[in-house]
């Protein structure tokens, strides 16, 4: 069973990652805004993967009998400067998220629930390639917004990705 504090928590956590992907949906229409059309792809698609982490948590306090409590957004709109202000908020915004978990780990660990530091070891894992994925498109894209052409490749490329969920019944 899931202490009230551990529960609470992990429901506060599904509410944190929808967040994140309702956030990266504004980041996906101001990226449309400007006609970067691959960029907003990305975002679409990074926020598609946002959804899949609530519903990981969804499932895992399904999992433990616990509660799960879906709760109001806070409203993502705010004015970018720039797409490369866009990814520099996102990557704050994950560096955010990276300490959400962090204190989810505190709370596991001082309870030693090694069941829920076990699912947590996932996402302490996911957030070093969020950050280390984010960091890398910012420098890609500093060097990308001098120069048009290289801008036009970055956005056909960010253009191809697509999130593709794990099967979270297979896990
Ligand atoms: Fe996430």
């Known amino acids: 069973m899931l202490s009230e504090k551990l529960l609470k ?11 994140a992907a ?8 101001y990226c449309d805004s400007i006609d970067l059309d691959g960029c907003a792809n990305f975002f679409l698609q990074q926020a598609e993967e946002e959804k899949f982490h609530a519903m990981k948590l969804f499932h895992y306090i399904s999992d433990r009998d616990g509660k799960i409590v879906i709760k109001a957004l806070d409203n993502p709109h705010k004015e970018y400067e720039s797409v490369l202000a866009v990814f520099e908020a996102a990557l704050e915004h994950e560096k955010l998220v990276t300490n959400k978990i962090y204190d989810l780990m505190d709370i596991a660990n001082k309870e030693r629930e090694y069941a829920t530091i076990s699912f947590l070891n996932w996402y302490v894992d996911e957030q070093v390639e969020e950050e280390a994925s984010f960091k890398s498109l910012i420098q890609k ?10 801008l036009h490749m970055l956005d056909q490329e960010l253009g191809q990705r697509v999130f593709t969920p794990p099967n979270l019944d297979e896990e």
């Open 9 to 19: 928590t992990l429901n506060q956590q599904i509410t944190h990652e929808l967040y």
């Open 141 to 150: 894209l500093k060097i990308a917004v001098k120069n048009e052409s290289m």
């Open 22 to 29: 309702h956030l990266y949906i504004s980041m996906a229409a």
